[in-house]
């Protein structure tokens, strides 16, 4: 189970780009990339998800190198309610037993007006 | 579509005293899953069911954890007897096969547990 390494936090005013980068070194073949959003109080919520170069949902937007050591999660021009958590996991999945179910401690995003 | 549905929403209780929480997954969806997430820290998955059998316990503790999920469809987790370390909030994810490795999991409201 590959671990991840986030920036505890960041801090963003509104209408910028934020991109938040997550180190995965161990990363196996088989292993997805996922990103999940938490607010207060609330559980979290799928982002986006890729295995290797660029991906893109209405939400962000999922950057891999050819390596796939590192991911970044892009989201555009921010809005003060994408304050939150934001959790970078690797894994296969639950559907072989291996699977991308470790949080880490995520980074808080704080958007600021 | 209904999400997945937890109660209750907050419990307060002593320690040593016991405690359970329940869990309704989206209907449909196989996979169920419990995390602890203490204050601070992203949610420990505790334990992952597939239908009504166990994928993964291996984080949960034994001598005073238990969870079921009989039929395949709700789940309870049970602390008996809790500990002032339990204070945390209880999470229920379940999910569904999409044909890709990784299924996407929807979390319920969660369980704040407060151990006096």
């Known amino acids: 189970l590959a671990k991840t390494t986030q920036p505890i936090s960041m801090d963003s005013y509104e209408g910028q780009e934020v991109n938040i980068t997550c180190s995965h070194n161990?990363?196996?073949?088989?292993?997805?990339i996922t990103w999940y959003q938490q607010f207060p109080s609330q559980g979290p919520r799928f982002i986006i998800q890729g295995y290797k170069t660029k991906v893109t949902n209405e939400v962000a937007s999922l950057f891999i190198p050819a390596d796939r050591k590192s991911s970044t999660l892009s989201l555009p021009r921010v809005s003060l309610s994408d304050t939150a958590v934001y959790y970078c996991l690797v894994g296969e999945g639950p559907q072989t037993g291996a699977n991308n179910l470790f949080f880490g401690t995520g980074t808080r995003l704080t958007v600021i007006p | 579509e209904a999400g997945v549905a937890q109660s209750p929403r907050y419990k307060i209780i002593e320690k040593r005293q016991s405690v359970a929480f329940w869990c309704n997954p989206i209907?449909?969806?196989?996979?169920l899953y419990w995390y602890q997430q203490i204050l601070g820290q992203g949610p420990k998955l505790l334990i992952q069911f597939q239908n009504n059998g166990v994928v993964d316990d291996s984080q949960l503790p034994k001598d005073r954890f238990s969870a079921e999920r009989l039929k395949g469809v709700d789940s309870t987790l049970k602390i008996q007897p809790a500990k002032l370390e339990d204070s945390a909030v209880y999470l229920c994810a379940s999910s569904s096969p999409q044909g890709v490795p990784t299924d996407t999991q929807y979390f319920g409201p969660g369980t704040r547990l407060t151990v006096l």
């Open positions: 209907s449909g969806h196989a996979t």
């Open positions: 161990n990363i196996a073949t088989n292993d997805y």
